[in-house]
């Protein structure tokens, strides 16, 4: 049917499970390792505190929670320190005493900031209070010159723990990081903190209202033996920053209180464990506040601020030695906050399902193709719950620069079910942009009980409460997948995508037997919602593939598919014309020796076609191209197509990384 055969290949592919010897973290980042608690205790510590007036608990002993993890990322202690200095650098030219102004000062104390201490009790919540409550609500505080002792001005613990953890068996650094990134944060007076409760999600309004408050980025800086990693500590919080550090917690016993838990005001400077604290009880997430080079004999140390209430430590303050943090700390994060943020699209759904267990259940939301989209995101990460309810209103402001001032693109949101013998149910669907609330009635949706994926698109444009006009199924008894839509002048609608069985509905169509393992198809729709016809578009055997990806009307109402066909071990793509009546005008596939693959089409006034993808291939044909030469392992490319479907010219388009053409703007003119 396409132009070009190719003889498939049988491949077999055996699957072992094998043990590999993983790369140390310094090995992996090229950083030292911290030394191991044996070394570690060969350091003078002081005797333990006298356990009188120790807070309150069992025998003294808190509630840890932090969970270590390799971070994503190297070490960034070095470049942290020069891009302070080069900030310092603008501010202090011309100013006397320039040169001093770039050093950070020997003392810096940032703790007038922070919100009321705080007392995660009962509850492996630390890196919660650390990142969420004393990081988050210092920054917004600075940000809004609010008073912190307000709970309406302090954010929640509760907000970014609660959706981590479903056994309370504590978080990572990074995954309270990502929460903050992506949603924000809420105040603890509208979520109230208890360590009884780390079940309960938010609402939809508290969601929507956490955006606002979402971080810019973090980085972690790196250990306590990465080079640098001091001075980029005292950079930051001379800057008028914090910074996040996890250590280790030593006790005699998993229940009996060790020196860090004992610190008391007339006590409060740590140097590490005492000689009986040999049990790791785990590890503690604390917020570094500021730092005295004079303190422990002029060694240095740091200020922080522990979430085990105020009658811990002095106040809830203590200082860990430069010693102490060199030898165990395992982690320094510092995060960006986003100043004067405001959103410019909000997306709103509600789906239930009763199995959610570690992105069984994923929702995902994004702009226009489906199967190639121009942007899109996954709304939750591995959810540990029974029987939830997300009701959730998410900030998608990225993609909104992929709408084009007609909306021609759409936005979709998609549920996948990877859980069989429940259904997914999506009974909220709208979408806010530009001011206006679009969204879409014909709801609930239910996905089907073995498992699948649920699409549905938002209308937007002309009306700002927009209603579904119809809603119709298009498929067989298998799979099948619409990637692409087109409208013509009529109000027809055009749809491509792929099938992967028989019993696909084939009215009128030019070919009505199933090919391969996946066919493309392009269909019809009348502007009712009639099938006006459909058709198979596939080549091939049982081992053979061809999915349409791009789909683009002319002013004739003729339709132009791209996307691609593969028979091992060839991938090409493919371009096709079918009249406004249904039949085929022409096919052909476009490629080299490689894989090679058609995204998006635009057709011009004259009929002849623009086609975008990407190439695998060193030897894609390139007549007429400005770039002639593969340049990265993959590129992207453009061709043009005459009205009878010859290569009118064809080029690359990449640089020396990886490349590929996912959109086309509509071509008004010959060209």
């Known amino acids: 049917m396409l132009g070009r055969y190719r003889i498939p290949l049988l491949l077999l592919a055996v699957l072992a499970l094998f043990a590999v010897q993983l790369p140390s973290f310094g090995q992996k980042y090229g950083e030292t390792q911290n030394p ?88 492996g919540s630390c890196a919660s209070w650390a990142v969420g409550y004393y990081y988050k609500s210092y920054q917004e505080g600075k940000e809004y010159a609010w008073s912190l002792t307000d709970p309406a001005h302090q954010f929640s613990p509760a907000f970014v723990y609660n959706q981590l953890q479903y056994y309370d068996e504590g978080s990572t650094f990074e995954d309270n990081f990502d929460l903050l990134m992506d949603q924000g944060c809420i105040s603890l007076a509208t979520m109230p903190y208890s360590d009884a409760d780390h079940l309960t999600f938010p609402t939809a309004a508290q969601y929507r209202e956490a955006i606002p408050h979402r971080g810019q980025s973090y980085e972690y800086l790196g250990n306590g033996g990465t080079a640098g990693i001091f001075a980029a500590v005292k950079a930051v919080i001379s800057s008028g920053d914090l910074c996040i550090v996890g250590i280790p917690v030593y006790r005699p016993s998993a229940t009996t209180a060790g020196r860090f838990d004992l610190l008391l005001p007339t006590d409060d400077e740590y140097d590490g464990p005492a000689p009986a604290d040999t049990y790791l009880a785990g590890n503690h997430a604390l917020a570094i506040v500021g730092y005295d080079e ?54 709103h759904y509600k789906v239930d399902h009763a199995y959610w267990w570690y992105d069984q259940v994923a929702v995902t939301s994004g702009v226009g193709n489906t199967a190639r989209s121009f942007w899109s995101k996954l709304m939750n990460k591995r959810i540990e719950r029974d029987g939830l309810t997300m009701d959730r209103w998410a900030d998608v402001t990225e993609g909104a620069a992929y709408m084009p001032p007609d909306l021609t693109n759409r936005w979709w949101i998609r549920v996948e079910d990877h859980a069989s013998g429940d259904i997914a ?16 009635s014909g709801l609930p949706l239910y996905g089907p009980i073995w498992g699948g994926d649920l699409f549905a698109y938002i209308p937007t444009g002309d009306s700002p409460a927009a209603t579904l006009a119809w809603g119709s199924c298009l498929g067989g008894s298998r799979e099948d997948s619409i990637t692409a839509t087109a409208i013509d002048s009529a109000g027809n609608v055009w749809v491509t995508g792929y099938t992967s069985g028989c019993g696909f509905p084939t009215p009128g169509g030019f070919d009505t037997c199933y090919h391969g393992e996946y066919d493309a198809f392009v269909a019809k729709m009348t502007p009712t919602g009639d099938l ?35 028979s091992w071990p060839f991938r090409d793509a493919f371009v096709a014309k079918v009249t ?73 388009l990449g640089g020396s990384d990886n490349d590929e053409g996912l959109v086309l703007g509509h071509a008004s003119t010959d060209g």
């Not at 249904?582 to 004259?606: F, M």
């Open 580 to 652: 406004s009546s249904g039949q085929l005008a022409w096919a052909s596939c476009l490629g080299g020796s490689d894989w090679d693959e058609g995204y998006a089409i635009a057709v011009d006034a004259s009929g002849n076609c623009y086609v975008a993808g990407r190439t695998w291939s060193s030897d894609f044909p390139t007549p007429g191209g400005f770039d002639t030469s593969l340049n990265g392992y993959t590129d992207a490319f453009m061709a043009k197509m005459t009205p009878s479907g010859q290569l009118a010219w064809a080029s690359y």
């Open 294 to 347: 004079s303190k422990f004999g002029g060694a240095g140390g740091y200020k922080i601020v522990n979430s085990w209430g105020g009658s811990w430590g002095n106040g809830g303050f203590a200082w860990l030695s430069q010693q102490f943090l060199a030898t165990y700390a395992f982690a320094f994060y510092h995060m960006t906050d986003k100043i004067d943020y405001t959103p410019t699209a909000l997306v």
């Open 36 to 123: 191991s608690p044996q070394v570690a205790k060969e350091m003078p510590v002081k005797a333990a505190a006298n356990v009188e007036g120790i807070p309150s608990g069992s025998a003294g002993v808190h509630s840890l929670g932090l969970i270590s993890a390799a971070p994503s990322k190297p070490a960034s202690a070095t470049a942290v320190v020069e891009r302070i200095r080069q900030e310092r650098l603008k501010l202090s030219a011309g100013k006397a005493g320039a040169q001093q102004l770039l050093l950070s000062p020997p003392a810096y104390d940032n703790s007038a900031g922070l919100p009321p201490v705080g007392d995660q009790g009962n509850q």
């Open 425 to 440: 149910t999506l009974s909220a669907m709208e979408i806010e942009f530009e001011g206006r609330i679009y969204s879409a």
């Open 532 to 566: 006006a016809f459909a058709s198979y578009l596939g080549v091939g055997s049982s081992l053979s593939s061809t999915e349409g990806l791009g789909i683009a009307i002319d002013t004739s109402g003729d339709c132009y598919v791209t996307g691609f066909t593969y």
